[in-house]
């Protein structure tokens, strides 16, 4: 029997890391903004990640689950998360108040290829919480607008209080520096200014594509890809520039647990961001 | 490498003397009533009568099996068991345990199952290391030992019939001796606690012998699959119907996973405990046949069908693993062959892909609910 009951010899990726709920609000009725601290500043600072990565987040006794992060290591020290109430963890997590300790560890995924993106156009397009992994790109892309070609913006949600973010939203439409078009399916508001119908409609308003330069980034509910791909394929963008980012059931993020496992990949180590051509090549991955 | 000789006489001594400072597991027969059970079937009449031996911890040296066939479930439950605590938990935070990991040496493991433990390593010890896995791994001796195939092995095939590594000794049983290979420096330390019962010179006679046991063992494989085709036959049958067949009826009972060697699919569940005693997060060995495997919150189930999770089961042993390591990551042990109650296993899912015959309750079933 090891007496101190430790493991001797080995870091264990497992650990979550003690970190603090620094701020939480509602964006809609059921999603919730959480920006959280590694109590340990140092880690905090030391926190290197790719957008388009997600960590695992433990709450204590209801369990631990995967979540994209929202915010952009362009802006280090905090992590921020979108999370809509689902299960018994998201449960949990929606009745912790600001100073709660939670247990973070992550990075982990791949991430969206920023390094190869740079100096392309980017277009983006969101559908409903789709805005929670994509936001993280978008908010690197313009930290670093520099870097970038053309950055466009295309977010459908279902009704005018469903869209996350929408003030920041319709501060993008304001910049020179970009283009955005926002749809809701529905407009039970009757003040709702922007366009109504579902996020493929808004593909005409799109000042012309440049395909070859252009990388994609697509995140929504699953309904959503195959008429998005066929707008995005219209348009000529090559099957390997168009990414998306996929949810899977994990419980351990490093490719042990093997509930994310689609083909010969693990989503939490390959993905969970991938191309069009690997969702030709692989099977199940939408 | 060294190769000794042990008299058979001096096996348990040996084992007595090295086994001072650390568990001894070895293969148990489980007695006849519990084994059998009161069955009538045919089908799990001859699964019990092949599958009548665990690892058990042994107290008494008479209790060890030697001339077994596969243990129910492989060696490893000792490296990650069906359940154990990862984290206990306070409001303070998670305290890693590792209370369930001691000294070990495992006696009796066959070259199949030394096989299955060199697969889990290439999940668990490579990128982002288990550490569970890996001190339980660095805990244990390995000391493997010869076997002879039942019909339902397939070793062979697969093979993993020899070991080149993956043990720290390996017996090779000869009848009167056994041929001992030490394969560790580790295992080298271990005859060096009682080498007075090892003979260092072999005879070309014992030579002759060994020759003769292996071509013999070989000649004696009653089952037989062609691995090298599985991974395009994969593909080009992945919408065959005979999917849909064993998918109805398959029970989703997840047995294939407990009993399969290479299978390391596990859940996370955390325990709340009341009364200021803290809460244990729990690590379970699951199975990807189960209903809710990829299921998401909210009730998204990315693999609804039990023929969808089946595919992704022969996915993984016959053809991911493939292009990932070179060879499948099936051990030949026919454990899934004596297990499965409808007969969905590697050697009927072979025979499926490869457009030959199938004698399995599955197919059977598909006919019988077709007319």
């Known amino acids: 029997m090891n007496a101190e009951n430790k493991c001797l010899t080995e870091t264990n990726p497992f650990t979550p890391e003690p970190a603090r709920i620094v701020r939480t609000y509602h964006l809609t009725e059921d999603v919730k903004f959480f920006q959280v601290r590694f109590v340990d500043m140092e880690k905090a600072l030391q926190f290197k990640y790719k957008p388009g990565q997600f960590a695992m987040l433990s709450i204590l006794g209801a369990g631990e689950a995967p979540f994209s992060i929202s915010s952009s290591p362009s802006r280090p020290g905090l992590l921020e998360f979108c999370i809509r109430k689902m299960g018994t963890v998201t449960s949990a997590l929606f009745r912790l108040k600001e100073n709660s300790l939670i247990g973070l560890r992550g990075p982990y995924g791949n991430g969206f290829p920023v390094e190869e993106m740079k100096g392309k156009d980017i277009l983006i397009v969101v559908g409903g919480l789709g805005a929670a992994p994509l936001r993280s790109v978008l908010l690197y892309s313009l930290d670093n607008r520099d870097q970038f070609g053309r950055v466009s913006v295309l977010y459908g949600a279902k009704r005018p209080a469903e869209m996350l973010f929408r003030d920041e939203y319709f501060a993008l439409k304001q910049r020179a520096d970009l283009e955005c078009h926002l749809t809701v399916d529905a407009d039970d508001t009757g003040q709702w200014p922007e366009r109504i119908g579902v996020v493929t409609t808004l593909f005409p308003y799109l000042h012309a594509v440049d395909p070859v330069q252009t990388y994609a980034l697509v995140c929504g509910p699953p309904v959503m890809y195959k008429f998005v791909i066929k707008e995005l394929i219209k348009l000529n963008i090559p099957k390997n520039q168009i990414l998306m980012t996929l949810e899977r059931r994990m419980k351990c993020g490093v490719g042990k647990c093997g509930h994310c496992a689609i083909d010969y990949i693990y989503t939490c180590l390959d993905g969970p961001v991938f191309t069009y051509w690997d969702v030709i090549h692989m099977r199940e991955l939408i | ?371």
């Open chain 2, 1 to 371: 490498m060294r190769i000794l000789k042990l008299q058979k006489k001096d096996l348990f001594p040996f084992l007595e003397a090295i086994s001072d400072s650390a568990e001894l597991w070895a293969p148990v027969a489980m007695p006849a009533e519990s084994a059998a059970g009161s069955l009538k079937d045919p089908h799990w009449a001859a699964v019990t009568q092949k599958s009548k031996f665990h690892f058990q911890r042994i107290k008494d040296f008479a209790d060890i099996a030697l001339h077994t066939t596969r243990t129910i479930i492989p060696p490893k439950k000792l490296m990650v068991p069906a359940s154990f605590n990862m984290f206990h938990f306070t409001e303070k935070g998670y305290k890693e345990d590792f209370s369930h990991i001691s000294e070990k040496i495992l006696f009796g493991l066959h070259t199949c199952d030394i096989h299955g433990l060199l697969t889990l390593d290439k999940i668990f010890a490579q990128a982002f290391p288990d550490p569970y896995y890996l001190e339980a791994r660095k805990k244990a001796l390995i000391l493997g030992l010869s076997c002879w195939p039942d019909e339902y092995c397939f070793c062979k095939s697969t093979h993993t019939h020899i070991v080149e590594e993956g043990y720290d000794l390996f017996f090779t049983d000869l009848e009167n001796f056994f041929l001992v290979w030490i394969g560790s420096s580790r295992g080298d330390d271990l005859i060096r606690l009682a080498p007075q019962f090892f003979d260092e010179k072999l005879s070309e006679k014992d030579i002759q012998r060994y020759i003769a046991w292996q071509s013999e063992r070989d000649k004696s494989f009653r089952t037989e699959i062609n691995f090298t085709r599985m991974p395009d036959l994969m593909e080009l049958n992945y919408k065959a119907p005979f999917w849909e067949e064993a998918g109805a009826a398959c029970l989703a009972c997840g047995s294939c996973s407990m009993v399969c060697p290479t299978c390391n699919c596990y859940n996370v569940t955390d325990v709340q405990f009341l009364g200021g005693k803290p809460g244990k997060r729990l690590r379970e060995w699951d199975s990807c046949t189960l209903p809710e495997y990829s299921e998401v919150a909210g009730g998204e189930n990315f693999r609804e069908h039990k023929s969808q999770r089946l595919k992704l089961w022969y996915t993984h042993k016959l053809q991911a693993y493939v292009s990932k390591y070179g060879k499948p990551s099936c051990v030949g042990c026919g454990r899934c062959l004596v297990t499965c109650p409808v007969q969905i296993n590697v050697k009927s899912v072979a025979d499926a892909l490869e457009g030959h015959p199938v004698e399995a309750f599955w197919k059977r079933f598909s006919q019988e609910v077709a007319k």
